[in-house]
T-cell receptor, first 109, second 112 residues
Framework: SQELEQSPQSLIVQEGKNLTINCTSS?????LYWYKQKYGEGLIFLMM?????EEKSHEKITAKLDEKKQQSSLHITASQPSHAGIYLC?????????FGTGTRLQVFP | NAGVTQTPKFQVLKTGQSMTLQCAQD?????MSWYRQDPGMGLRLIHY???????DQGEVPNGYNVSRSTTEDFPLRLLSAAPSQTSVYFC???????????FGQGTRLTVV
């Protein structure tokens, strides 16, 4: 079965710093999703990547799917307290949507 | 615009009790699923459905039952609650596979 591993598990950064979260799959990725979860709330969709080399941006968040389609990275530029939360990558696995282990991001002033 | 609605938001059960977590969506989505979220473990798929009358098991189905009699509703039943089922449960729906999934706000369940 396919597994998604995220790194790091936890990240504490100072406001204004850049950061990167990685998502590595045990199998080829055919659809990769990034979600954000604020503490105690549901998941909010950020973006979806499908093609190797594809890169998408939303405000200060950029995600990329590598050429070999087994890894994705999420990069946040000039982090803000509003970026704090849990970031989860998800992937289509046949007819199921599975998720990675999550990365907890804290941003301090 | 309700989206995906889960009830209840919080629940405390005694070991051995049964209960049903409700999930309803008003977007006419075919695909619905249930996940549980435990600390440090991301989201794990319990059961999912690709349409009314069709359900299948996910990664951690033991101790849970589902049914999908209508497109809108996808209830999750705990037959005999155990402390290991203490978790936060999320319901999600999407129009089809390979599209954005919408999540409910979650149900925080504690089994004592």
């Amino acid at each position: 079965s396919q597994e998604l591993e995220q790194s790091p598990q936890s990240l504490i950064v100072q406001e204004g710093k850049n950061l990167t979260i990685n998502c590595t799959s045990s199998k080829t990725l055919y659809g990769l999703y990034w979600y954000k979860q604020k503490y105690g709330e549901g998941l909010i969709f950020l973006m979806m990547l499908q093609k190797g080399g594809e890169e998408k941006s939303h405000e200060k968040i950029t995600a990329k799917l590598d050429e070999k389609k087994q890894q994705s990275s999420l990069h946040i530029t000039a982090s803000q307290p509003s970026h704090a939360g849990i970031y989860l990558c998800g992937a289509d696995n046949t007819d199921k949507l599975i998720f990675g282990t999550g990365t907890r991001l804290q941003v301090f002033p | 615009n309700a989206g995906v609605t889960q009830t209840p938001k919080f629940q405390v059960l005694k070991t051995g009790q049964s209960m049903t977590l409700q999930c309803a969506q008003d977007m006419n989505h075919e695909y619905m699923s249930w996940y549980r979220q435990d600390p440090g473990m991301g989201l794990r798929l319990i059961h999912y459905s690709v349409g009314a009358g069709i359900t299948d098991q996910g990664e951690v189905p033991n101790g849970y039952n589902v049914s999908r009699s209508t497109t809108e509703d996808f209830p999750l039943r705990l037959l005999s609650a155990a402390p290991s089922q203490t978790s936060v449960y999320f319901c999600a729906s999407s129009q089809i596979m390979n599209t954005e999934a919408f999540f409910g706000q979650g149900t925080r369940l504690t089994v004592v």
